[in-house]
């Protein structure tokens, strides 16, 4: 039973202290926005003035800039960022504008300089920032390059190997904004994985569209039914302070709409096998799978000296504890890799956004470790970090095929896009399923200023 005053706990018997232990929850009304922040814009311009600037966005991953020189860029909107890697081994951020006539520095979307070269004119900038040399110099007035313009710095920390930046410089220390209590990002140990894929999609709807169709398994039984025989579509919804959340779906486990909970089914066999069990010497009941799933997974990290499983409880072996990062990131966290998922809105039209899919993996040298399935890598995918893909850009027009489950989510959210200016439709109605959804437009609605 999901009783709205009786949520679902995945682990009843968890304890306070322990990061799966359910929140205690917040009220957030029952009030349904006005469909129109899906489609006005007037709504976009509200956020693109008090929301993309004033919180810090997440723009990048450590792992793709290890070495000095190094640079990855984060395009949201019109603003494009450069990140950098110091010789000192800290990252910068700056605008990727050239001081001189506004080229872009870096024309890439990652690489590896000495120093940043403008193609338009040559002018020369540090990995600091600083600028190191102006061509034909002595063919301005000095007055106009009095003040020695280097690259326009931009707001940049990180944590657990996730860079973020913050445009208008204003927002609270990362630390403090992220709601998130100590540990729960950082013992992924997500500095030690590599993004193996970067998709990156267009699709037909508003990002925050995109957002509340992921914040929610309320659906899954019916918009991917597939899922049913691996996965609960009851999960447990936690809220955090500043927007942030996490719902946990158990995995291995089959969904309590299916009947049989004893037969092990050929899906849950393929589970046990890619946590390196024998699934024929198995004896138990599909109930037990996913308790088996976790025990082998903790003995194969024993033996493998993966000393971070330490600090992970027996759930999160199995489970997605699948975070959302306000305002527009939710990330899968498994401790074999996280699946990223960035919505990022488009810069001039609220009904389309780019749906961002990162998927990243630690690579373990053992012939008995998998990657596991759910990551639907490509067979020729380099899983050991030695190249860092480049990302598949698939526009509007263009259909990529992000799997079965992500292919259903595309027409869905273009079903929703449209219906969201119906006269017929006057707003969400959120069931207690859906409290991740209505804890995110709620802070979207403090950020932006909106009163209720
Ligand atoms: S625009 Fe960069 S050197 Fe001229
Ligand atoms: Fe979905």
Redesign the pocket.
């Known amino acids: 039973m999901y009783a709205y005053d009786k949520p679902y706990v995945v682990n009843p018997e968890a304890s306070h202290e322990s990061l799966e232990a359910k929140r205690p929850l917040l009220d957030n009304g029952l009030d349904s926005p006005h469909p129109e922040r899906y489609y006005s814009p007037e709504f976009m311009k509200l956020e693109w003035r008090k929301l993309w600037p004033t919180v810090w966005l997440l723009a990048g991953v450590t792992s793709d800039i290890k070495e000095e020189g190094d640079y990855t860029v984060f395009d949201v909107g019109h603003e494009s960022i450069v990140l950098v890697r110091q010789k000192a081994g800290d990252i910068r951020a700056f605008h990727n504008v050239?001081?001189?006539?506004?080229?872009k520095?870096a024309l890439n979307d990652s690489g590896s300089v000495d120093r940043f070269t403008?193609?338009?004119?040559?002018?020369q900038f540090c990995l600091d920032g600083k600028l190191e040399c102006i061509?034909d110099e002595e063919s301005f007035h000095p007055s106009v390059i009095a003040h020695r313009p280097g690259l326009s710095e931009v707001r940049c920390d990180s944590i657990g190997g996730l860079i973020f930046v913050n445009l208008d410089g204003k927002a609270p220390p990362l630390k403090e904004w992220i709601g998130l209590p100590a540990g729960y990002l950082e013992n992924y140990e997500v500095d030690k994985m590599n993004v193996v894929r970067h998709v990156r999609t267009e699709w037909h709807g508003n990002w925050k569209v995109g957002v509340d169709a992921f914040y929610e398994t309320y659906h899954l039984p019916h918009i991917h039914p597939q899922t049913q025989g691996v996965m609960e579509d009851y999960s447990q919804y936690d809220l955090y302070p500043n927007g942030f959340s996490r719902m946990i779906v158990p995995i291995c486990t089959k969904s309590h709409r299916i009947e049989d909970q004893d037969t092990v089914s050929p899906d849950l066999m393929y589970m046990m096998q890619e946590a390196g069990m024998d699934p024929s010497a198995y004896q138990g009941t599909a109930r037990g799978v996913r308790a088996a799933v976790q025990q082998a997974k903790r003995a194969r990290a024993e033996r493998l000296g993966l000393t971070h499983y330490e600090k992970f409880e027996d759930g999160q072996l199995t489970d997605s504890w699948a975070t959302g990062l306000f305002p527009n990131v939710q990330i899968g966290m498994h401790p074999e890799g996280v699946f990223i998922m960035r919505f990022l809105p488009h810069p001039t039209e609220p009904e389309r956004f780019y749906y961002d899919n990162i998927t990243m993996f630690r690579h373990v040298d053992d012939k008995d470790y998998f990657v596991p399935g759910w990551m639907g890598l490509p067979k020729d995918t380099d899983i050991t970090g030695a190249t860092r893909p480049a990302i598949e850009n698939y526009d509007i027009n263009q259909r990529a095929d992000l799997g079965p489950v992500l292919n259903q989510d595309v027409e869905l959210v273009s079903a929703v896009q449209r219906a969201s200016k119906s006269s017929g439709f006057k707003g969400p109605l959120w069931g207690e399923q859906e409290v991740r959804v209505r804890h995110f437009h709620r802070e979207l609605d403090r950020v932006l200023g909106i009163k209720k």
Request: aromatic share 14%; with cysteine.
């Open positions: 050239c001081p001189h006539r506004g080229n520095i403008c193609a338009f004119h040559a002018w061509t």
